[in-house]
């Protein structure tokens, strides 16, 4: 998926730099007669919507599950502070079905508290910004080693924020 994301934005970001090309080469042409913005409204219009649709089609499951209205206590609470650049979490392991409540902050900068397996599926992600508890509910429905990274750019070492989680 990384590798499919990777080749599409590399081909993109080749096409652009074309197109410049072209305009420019083509500034000194005489243009053609009749409104060259007439297919501009048109263009916005499919743009955003095609936007709109990938954007929704691709990020189903929401990674990001409804935090509110939960009444229940959670089964398991685990503190959860970013710091540049670690994570400190008050436990790591957790078992199969156990609703875990992670109470997410930072003791410096903003960082991204985001759940993954294997290092390439997000399942759940939130904020950890300083003077500030965000409450992130997730229960585990398999067993495995599960990594925390950061989601939001951090400083030098931002790519080093790695904790692992162990549900048993
Ligand atoms: Cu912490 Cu990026």
Known sequence: MQQIAWTVSLTLMGIIPLLFLWVTMGASRPQPPGNPFRMRGAVFWVTVITGLAITFATLAPWPMAAQYGATNAPDVVIQATGHQWRWELSQDTVQVGQEV??????????????????????????QAMPGYVN??????????????????????????????????
């Open 101 to 126: 409540e992670f109470q997410v902050t930072s003791a410096d900068v903003n960082h991204g508290f985001a759940i993954y397996r294997n290092k390439t599926q997000l399942l759940t992600q939130t």
């Open 135 to 168: 409450r992130l509910r997730y229960t585990f429905t398999e067993p495995g080693e599960y990594e925390v990274l950061c989601l939001e750019y951090c400083g030098l070492a931002h790519h080093a924020m790695v904790a692992k989680i162990i549900v048993r």
